[in-house]
């Protein structure tokens, strides 16, 4: 990369961490329990908004992995999740009433609270609907993984994000709050992603998924993106540019081998799909508070009214990790 390039990127860097820092006055804090972190803590970031039936799963789903700790950004919510995350001994709860696309879509609170408390952390940054998997993750816990990083002298973990569905109309199973997701939603695209090289940043871009051939059939190039870096050693020179897309500093984000070889990567569980994504699909259209004037609400807006089914005849049943590898969507690489 050219110098010029390098020191623009840099400049970039610079102006969203001082973006950042500015939005924390936009954050109230309800209970800040992260004087009880520890170094080898490994730790949980993420922005919600009305996610209160998903949270007893996401908290237990990472618990079990090791996850010590969640910082958590409530954007609003008015179905009791922010009351009922405050309660939980391992939560730091903020809130904040604030436009989210005026903060980059949630990234600037993101970047602030993982600069103020993720610095020599391992922090996963997520969606509540989404689900981490890795290689062995059915028996090995999160740490081990990112014990194997710091030996390998990695510092970003990549995972696509995997779009799963139910077989049947989208709201013909009603989600009992608290239940797991996978039960209902279990059904995926083995195929059908394209993926690109974003030559600015140097991460992978991947498309594709039932969301491109349902919704977007017609301009696929439009469609979601599916490339994430979640996981990450992070320093507070560190920032977020698009969502958990990519990073800066650009190193962070090879996280696949450009030699022909494969990195060792995990898989994001997207479970979008359950009989509430009408009603949050019309509640994120009015509010306009999503990427693009909410150009991605639009189009499921349009496609939902003809009460689509996702599954086809090309659908897998999500198993294991062990099958996700087999189909070439994660991979263990060299971690034995």
Same mark, same amino acid.
């Given at each position: ?40 803590d490994i730790?949980? *970031? ?23 700790? *969640? ?33 980059? *879509? ?9 600069r103020r ?54 709201g013909a199973?009603? *989600? ?161």
């Open positions: 990369m050219k110098a010029w390039q390098t020191y623009r990127l840099r400049l970039q860097r610079k102006r969203w961490r001082l973006r950042a820092l500015r939005k924390r006055r936009e954050l109230g804090c309800v209970v800040d329990r992260t004087a009880r972190l520890r170094p080898a730790l949980v *970031f993420t922005t919600l908004r009305n996610e209160a039936a998903r949270l007893p799963h996401f908290l237990a789903h990472y618990r079990e992995m090791g996850v010590a700790h *969640f910082l958590v950004v409530d954007n609003g919510s008015d179905d009791g999740g922010a009351e009922l995350l405050a309660e939980q001994p391992d939560v730091s709860l903020w809130r904040s009433e604030a436009s989210y696309k005026r903060a980059r *879509f949630g990234m600037d609170w993101m970047n602030w609270l993982l408390h993720g610095h020599g952390h391992w922090c996963l940054t997520v969606d509540p609907d989404e689900l981490l998997v890795y290689p062995f993750c059915d028996t090995r816990p999160l740490k081990a993984l990112t014990d194997w990083l710091d030996a390998s002298s990695i510092r970003s973990f990549g995972a696509m994000l995997l779009d799963l569905y139910p077989k049947g109309p989208i199973r009603p *989600f009992a709050p608290g239940g797991d997701p996978l039960e209902i939603a279990c059904w995926f695209d083995p195929g059908n992603y394209s993926i690109s090289r974003n030559h600015r940043y140097g991460n992978l871009w991947i498309q594709g998924g039932p969301r491109a051939r349902m919704f977007f059939a017609d301009a696929p190039w439009r469609a979601p993106a599916l490339n994430k870096i979640p996981l990450v050693k992070w320093d507070r020179r560190y920032t977020y540019v698009s969502s958990t897309h990519m990073l800066l500093p650009r190193g962070l984000n090879f996280v696949y081998d450009e030699w022909g070889g494969e990195k060792t990567s995990g898989l994001l569980l997207h479970t979008k799909f359950l009989d509430s994504f009408s009603d949050k699909a019309r509640e994120e259209l009015q509010r306009r508070q999503h990427y693009a004037a909410s150009a991605e609400y639009k189009a499921y807006a349009a496609g939902l009214e003809a009460e689509p089914e996702l599954w086809c005849r090309w659908s897998e049943r999500y198993i294991n990790w062990r099958q996700l590898e087999m189909l070439g969507l994660m991979s263990r690489g060299n971690w034995a």
